[in-house]
């Protein structure tokens, strides 16, 4: 296991991981805000000069003025106090499904990253609240729908700033609460935001920072099991394991590709088939997997050093310079580069699902499957015709990958003139990274579908070849005797979705042991 696995997460402003954050939203570890004495004073140093600076000067956008193309509208000094209070109410607007608990934690923690950065000007009791929010697992009911990516994830992250205050609903201890109930019962006081402070919470990119990492990290594990799906599949159709020897991708080089294509050799590097009669050249869902796992493999290392720029910046406006007490007017709520990222995310993670698909669909078909049973149907005798094994299954395979193909368009173009065309130019960034996570789910469950049908296949093989089988290799193995644990072999039809939300589960929860 990994050393880290148990140490706290420490928001301090040094820099943390996507990985960091996927931890502590899924509960792996825990988020704790350092109490340094030299980085409290650096936070606090931001909010007391805001408070200094309004108090003298009269004029700081967001303190003493309304919001955005309202920025000419001067707020009186007596009302300057109950303007943090409007900007998260107003945006009380969110729609749609609400965000799931792990996603809200990383929501959570992502605004704590950045606020920590100390350029915000919020007090460190701002970051106490947030902490504690993770800390006990009251989670703000956050609709997923209504940011356009710029200025920021405003009407999602006013549900955060709602909760700091003691306002509207969580989740907590499995049930939706009002948040003034859950903090009356824990003895936390709701938090008077105070000036900046609410627009600090609201006009950054956490909710699609939070997600980008999320979805990296199942893109990461879900590449490795389509090797791994693929490997099952070359072994079921006796397929050519000369295909991914190291060789032949030393001449093309993509560092990806050759990982990938070195995973399935390893699979299949002591499992030789008689091939006599079996195709020289595999179809390209199997020959070429390399070639399509390892451009989302590639990617990996680029999409992750942009989220976790993103992740580690104060991507509020305007930000607040504590050290040369400057307030920098500009565009950090921006979400560009997270939503290029996403988008190309959900581009190479849907060419997953087209791969796995075709693999299923060469499997259950007796033209191509090199006599495996129709449908990888496990009946014999008479029943051979009353069964109909993968049959539908496939059927679903390639309804859920056609929908995340069609899921490809990029949010990004999308761009919309918003709020009297101040924000005339938007990101999209959280409804790409929203969309990211939508192709994520439905190429799982192609997967799931490739998966059980890829150990079928090969059971069946092995079933029909027991006298001449070769051994397999021990990870191949061992992936069969974990599937079987919760999916024996289908030889009379029965209903799989129970085992097809099982196998998904699996697959989400990173259960299955795949490479190093």
Request: aromatic share 6%; with cysteine; hydrophobic share 45%.
């Amino acid at each position: 296991m990994d050393s880290s696995a148990q140490q706290p997460v420490v928001f301090d402003g040094s820099p943390l991981t996507p990985a960091d954050i996927v931890a502590v939203a899924e509960q792996h570890r825990m988020a704790v805000l350092s109490t340094a004495p030299e980085f409290v004073q650096r936070i606090d140093k931001g909010a007391a000069f805001v408070e200094r600076l309004w108090q003298e000067d009269g004029v700081i956008y967001g303190v003493t003025t309304g919001y955005g193309d309202s920025c000419t509208v001067a707020i009186p000094g007596a009302l300057v106090g109950e303007l943090p209070e409007h900007l998260y109410t107003f945006h009380g607007c969110g729609l749609g499904d609400v965000f799931n608990l792990a996603e809200t934690r990383a929501i959570v923690a992502a605004r704590l990253a950045s606020l920590a950065q100390g350029f915000s000007g919020v007090r460190y009791a701002l970051l106490e609240q947030l902490q504690r929010l993770l800390a006990h697992d009251i989670l703000p009911v956050i609709p997923q729908e209504g940011s356009v990516g710029a200025s920021g994830d405003l009407t999602p992250l006013s549900y955060v700033a709602a909760v700091l205050a003691g306002e509207r609903d969580v989740f907590y201890g499995g049930e939706r609460r009002p948040t003034a109930d859950v903090f009356a019962e824990l003895d936390i006081a709701p938090l008077r935001l105070g000036p900046k402070e609410t627009l600090a919470v609201m006009n950054g990119t956490a909710v699609m920072t939070g997600l980008a990492c999320l979805a990296l990290e199942r893109s990461r594990y879900l590449a490795a099991l389509c090797c791994r799906v693929t490997s099952l599949g070359v072994l079921a159709t006796q397929g050519n394991a000369n295909h991914f020897e190291p060789r032949l991708f030393a001449a093309k080089p993509h560092p990806g590709q050759a990982r990938c294509a070195a995973r399935i050799y390893g699979d299949l590097a002591d499992h030789q088939w008689d091939r006599q009669g079996a195709r020289l050249q595999d179809r390209y869902s199997l020959r070429c997997a390399p070639h399509v796992i390892g451009v989302l493999e590639d990617c990996l290392p680029w999409f992750t050093e942009v989220v976790m720029t993103e992740l580690n910046s104060a991507n509020d406006n305007p930000l607040i310079d504590p050290d040369e007490e400057r307030v920098l007017h500009g565009g950090h709520f921006y979400g560009g580069h997270i939503a290029f990222v996403m988008d190309s995310l959900k581009n190479a993670v849907a060419n997953q699902a087209d791969l796995i698909d075709r693999q299923l669909a060469q499997l259950v078909d007796t033209k191509f499957n090199h006599g495996l049973p129709a449908n990888l149907s496990g009946a014999e005798g008479e029943r051979q015709a009353l069964n109909h094994g993968f049959k539908a299954v496939q059927i679903g395979a390639s309804a859920w990958t056609a929908e995340a193909l069609k899921l490809c368009m990029p949010a990004s173009v999308f761009s919309r003139s918003t709020e009297c065309h101040n924000q005339d130019k938007v990101s999209m960034g959280t409804i790409a990274a929203r969309d990211a996570l939508r192709v994520l789910q439905l190429t799982e469950q192609v997967v799931a579908a490739g998966l059980l049908g890829a150990c079928q296949a090969l059971n069946l093989r092995l079933r029909d070849s027991a006298s001449n089988a070769p051994a397999l290799t021990e990870p191949v193995q061992a992936t069969l005797e974990a599937v079987a644990q919760w999916f024996p072999l289908l030889i009379e039809d029965r209903p799989l979705e129970i085992t097809l939300r099982e196998t998904l589960s699996q697959i989400q929860n990173r259960s299955l042991t795949l490479y190093d």
